[in-house]
């Protein structure tokens, strides 16, 4: 009976909580820098926006982090939203991080926009743009 109950609370899950699961998997994946994680969670059609207007596609995303010339030692997400639109999710956060990108530590506060769309059952990151705040 308890396996029941659990795998209805799986499909009872809300598609927001899904898609706040796939948020907190980038974040982890962003902390760990961890290759197959990364590629995991972003679509190969990736746009990823940087703040300073440098646009990285899939590829050069994962090879920054994985690098260490990206490195979040610290991530918090504060004052998220997310609103569904069909496969697509668009999830508005702050993000405040410690990082130490080349070995050298700094801080950062950005505004985060992320587009998530459902791809074969699971969400996954199509599109990120940062902002300065």
Same mark, same amino acid.
């Given at each position: 009976?308890?396996?029941?109950?659990?795998?209805?609370?799986?499909?009872?899950?809300?598609?927001?909580?899904?898609?706040?699961?796939?948020?907190?998997?980038?974040?982890?994946?962003?902390?760990?820098?961890?290759?197959?994680?990364?590629?995991?969670?972003?679509?190969?059609?990736?746009?990823?926006?940087?703040?300073?207007?440098?646009?990285?596609?899939?590829?050069?995303?994962?090879?920054? @982090? +994985?690098?260490? !010339?990206? /490195?979040?030692?610290?991530?918090? *997400?504060?004052? #998220?939203?997310? &609103? $569904?639109?069909?496969?697509?999710?668009?999830?508005?956060?702050?993000?405040?991080?410690?990082?130490?990108?080349?070995?050298?530590?700094?801080?950062?506060?950005?505004?985060?926009? @992320? +587009?998530?769309? !459902?791809? /074969?059952?699971?969400?996954?990151? *199509?599109?990120? #743009?940062?902002? &300065? $705040?």
């Amino acid at each position: 009976m308890i396996l029941c109950g659990i795998s209805l609370a799986t499909f009872a899950q809300k598609p927001e909580e899904k898609v706040a699961q796939a948020v907190e998997f980038l974040k982890q994946a962003l902390i760990s820098g961890n290759k197959a994680d990364l590629e995991k969670i972003a679509l190969p059609e990736l746009t990823y926006g940087h703040s300073s207007g440098k646009i990285q596609d899939q590829t050069e995303f994962v090879e920054t @982090l +994985v690098s260490g !010339k990206s /490195d979040f030692v610290t991530i918090d *997400l504060k004052n #998220q939203t997310i &609103k $569904i639109v069909g496969n697509t999710a668009i999830v508005r956060h702050l993000l405040y991080a410690k990082t130490n990108d080349g070995g050298k530590p700094g801080e950062v506060k950005l505004g985060i926009m @992320l +587009v998530f769309v !459902k791809h /074969d059952g699971e969400w996954k990151l *199509l599109a990120r #743009q940062a902002y &300065k $705040i």
